[in-house]
């Protein structure tokens, strides 16, 4: 399969399992599940759905490359990426107009499909990019934030679940 078939499927792939990570935490409630799922419906929850959807995606996307060169550094720049797109583009319109959720997916679809093209190229290049030797250190910084914040979020509006105006973990559970 080529590269662009690769990655129309994976924008389709990315956009579908997002509507399962957004429940995972629902119907897997843990320590573990609460790093990788949103257990609110805050922004920065939604931000760990960004980087579950990539990781999980990931996993199939490298079987369809063929282990590329480029993967794990093309992992952590669309992580990046569609993680600042998406604010770029939301954060503006969330603060002028509140939650509107064919917006949000809407947004969410675009902030996607802009990180896949970038995708493209990067795995397209027969450069190796330097990411890829400290793929795991910049993951595992990935993941210690998503717990810090999760369990010890900042009073603020990045971090308050905008329908129960409630703010942390310990706040629901």
Known sequence: MNLKKIKII?????????????????????????????????????????????????????????????????????????????LLIFYPIYLTYDHNLILTLSIYLISIIITQFISYFILKSNKVLFLNKYFYIIMAIIIIVNIIFTYYPINNNFFIDYMNKKIGFSNYY
């Open 10 to 86: 994976s924008i389709i792939g990315i956009f579908l399992l997002s509507f399962i990570v957004h429940y995972g935490y629902e119907l897997l409630p843990s320590f573990i599940s609460s790093i990788f799922f949103p257990i609110n419906e805050s922004l920065f929850e939604h931000m760990k759905l960004i980087v579950t959807c990539y990781l999980l995606w990931g996993f199939i996307e490298n079987k369809l490359l063929k282990d590329n060169k480029n993967f794990k550094s093309n992992l952590i720049i669309s992580i990046l990426i569609n993680i600042i797109v998406f």
